[in-house]
């Protein structure tokens, strides 16, 4: 099947309406970001405990 003029191959197609080709891949973009934005801002807020628990738990005694 051919792809339609303005489309990336019919992949911006949704519910038989189409999205505008930046519409669709912003919302690519922007999913994948929330993501790793919220992983990195809980990484960076329990870093400190992520390392003291990391030393407690190497020593002896």
Same mark, same amino acid.
Not at 27 to 38: D, G, H, R, V
Not at 49 to 61: D, E, I, S
């Given at each position: @099947? ?5 489309? %990336?191959?019919?992949?911006? =197609? =949704? ?8 519409? $669709?891949? %912003?919302? @690519? $973009?922007? @999913?994948? /970001?929330?993501? *790793?934005a %919220? /992983?990195?801002?809980? $990484?960076?807020? $329990? +870093?400190? =405990? *992520?390392?003291?628990? *990391?030393? /407690?738990?190497? @020593? +002896?005694?």
């Amino acid at each position: @099947m051919a792809a339609q003029e303005g489309t %990336s191959g019919g992949y911006c =197609r =949704r519910r038989g309406g189409r999205l505008a080709d930046g519409a $669709f891949h %912003s919302a @690519m $973009f922007a @999913m994948p /970001t929330l993501a *790793l934005a %919220s /992983t990195l801002i809980c $990484f960076v807020g $329990f +870093k400190a =405990r *992520l390392v003291q628990g *990391l030393a /407690t738990t190497g @020593m +002896k005694g």
